[in-house]
């Protein structure tokens, strides 16, 4: 019998193929296009090992139109001369709102021991420093165009009261030297700052705003883009002269400038221009 070229064609072409399944070894990968390692050889959906954005809080430290340094001579509106010698404060419950009116959270989760148990909360919490300048606050599977951030300053009660139910190294919630936190209390405090003030700036003090009494909701106009797949920076501003611009430190107790503090907090965030 004669084979026609065609069926030989047909022939080698299948025997092709079946050679090439056969040797074929399938690539393990990230197959979700909003992880940071999207694997586009993949094609088997390798387990937990997909990696997803982090966004970050670049916080330029301002006095004014300036950039603030630590033990600067300062003046407020009373013409009172100060000093801002250290200062140490959280930023926590972050939300990122759309033009499309749609709020994006961080999807990161921490284990709390609570009253009836355990819980889990959103962990999305910051300490800021003047010898910081960029945080990353968690994970946000963002879409579209971005105009605004909030956020609080200080801790939601779930976070100020309660603790993990184990150690979390690096967190800012720690028991470090900086942490904030009131061992006799079982609290945090949401503002430390450390001023020195009178003749030749001899006086020192430490004020602390705390209590959920003096939680501040902080809310920017911002605008930022999403990129699938990528981390994204959102930049703001921190203008530490609204603290004691209306302070009286000749006539106002520290409980008074400390609650003064609280309310003018929420005010001194903004976009970066």
């Known amino acids: 019998m004669i084979v026609s070229n065609w069926s030989r064609i047909l022939f080698f072409s299948a025997l092709t193929v079946v050679v090439a399944i056969s040797c074929y070894t399938s690539v393990d990968g ?6 940071t390692n999207y694997s ?36 407020n509106k009373l013409g009172q001369e100060y000093s801002i010698i250290k200062f140490t404060y959280f ?22 021991n609570v009253d009836a148990g355990t ?34 300053v200080g801790l939601p009660e779930i976070l100020n009261t309660n603790r993990f139910t184990s150690s979390v190294s690096g967190h800012p919630l720690t028991s470090d030297a900086d942490s904030l936190f009131r061992e006799s ?50 930049i703001i501003e921190a203008r530490y002269d609204n603290w004691f611009d209306d302070a009286d430190f000749s006539s106002m107790s520290k409980e008074e400038i400390e ?9 001194m965030f903004r976009a970066r221009i």
């Open 30 to 35: 990230c197959l979700d296009p909003e992880s």
């Open 40 to 75: 586009i050889a993949g094609d088997r959906a390798c387990e937990d090992c997909c990696i997803y954005p982090k966004v970050k809080l670049s916080i330029f430290h301002q006095y004014g139109d300036t950039t603030l340094f630590l033990e600067d001579t300062l003046v």
């Open 91 to 112: 930023l926590s419950d972050f939300e990122m709102l759309t033009t499309e009116e749609i709020v994006y959270e961080v999807q990161d989760s921490i284990e709390l």
């Open 119 to 152: 819980a889990f909360t959103k962990d999305d919490v910051i300490r800021v420093r003047r010898d910081g300048f960029s945080y990353e606050f968690g994970t946000v599977i963002f879409e579209g165009e971005g105009e605004n951030l909030s956020f609080l």
């Open 185 to 234: 209390e079982g609290d945090y405090v949401f503002q430390r700052v450390q001023v020195a003030k009178g003749e030749e700036f001899k006086d020192t003090v430490i004020y602390d705003v705390l209590g959920q009494s003096q939680l501040q909701e902080v809310s920017i106009p911002v605008t930022f883009e999403s990129f699938r797949g990528k981390a994204k920076t959102i």
């Open 259 to 267: 609650s003064q503090m609280a309310l003018k907090s929420a005010s």
